[in-house]
């Protein structure tokens, strides 16, 4: 039978000093001035690194849509 360690306050501090949460960093579009979540789309404009990688208004309209179909 093996004799478990001490686990001293210090040694349980030292652990959990590395679990404290991150500020999330955001970027700012050049162009509209529009903060998103880095290395990720911009969900207002649907640009990605410069270029349009989503269309955002056939999305809200498709939304739109959809709702008015199951309001009926």
């Known amino acids: 039978m093996t004799v478990r360690m001490r686990h001293t306050r210090a ?3 030292n652990r959990r ?3 404290a949460l991150k500020a999330t960093s955001f970027s700012v579009d050049q162009k ?3 903060t998103h979540l880095r290395h ?3 969900t207002k404009t649907g ?3 410069g270029k349009k990688v989503l ?3 056939s999305k ?3 939304k ?3 709702s008015k179909a199951s309001a009926k």
Do not use: L, P
């Open 64 to 66: 739109q849509k959809k």
């Open 60 to 62: 809200v309209e498709k």
């Open 17 to 19: 000093s590395h679990h």
């Open 55 to 57: 269309d955002v208004v």
């Open 47 to 49: 640009i990605y690194r």
């Open 40 to 42: 990720r789309v911009d």
């Open 11 to 13: 040694h349980t501090a």
């Open 32 to 34: 509209t001035g529009a």
